[in-house]
């Protein structure tokens, strides 16, 4: 079973910052893209960034330049850094991997974690 669990969430000041991380674990042969979602209450859960086992990396418009991924290959982690964070920022974080394990290909979800951005 793999399991994916991520740490780093909380509370912080707008124009502040967080890094958010995920680290997978169990019967994993390989991973190809690793990212983060977020899902705000009434909203539906959207992109915010994905990075290939290859170190290529896509981010939602409204992160752009203020959030970077990264992934750690050995340690099958992927890590969230979020600078000048907005109120509108708010959300539960997800964390997605798409893993090969036991022969089969498949997207995982972490639990998620809170992330609210408020004075």
């Known amino acids: 079973q793999v399991q994916l669990v991520e740490s780093g969430g909380g509370l912080v000041q707008p124009g502040g910052s967080l890094r958010l991380s995920c680290a997978a674990s169990g019967k994993i042969f390989s991973i190809n893209a690793m990212g983060w979602y977020r899902q705000a209450p009434g909203k539906q859960r959207e992109l915010v960034a994905a990075?290939?086992?290859?170190?290529?990396?896509n981010y939602g418009d409204s992160v752009k330049g203020r959030f970077t991924i990264s992934r750690d290959n050995a340690k099958s982690t992927v890590n969230l850094q979020m600078n000048s964070l907005k109120p509108e920022d708010t959300a539960v974080y997800y964390c997605?991997?798409?893993?090969?394990?036991?022969?089969?290909?498949?997207?995982?979800w972490g639990q998620g974690t809170q992330v609210t951005v408020s004075s």
């Open positions: 990075i290939t086992s290859g170190g290529s990396t």
């Open positions: 997605n991997a798409d893993i090969y394990s036991d022969y089969t290909r498949a997207a995982y």
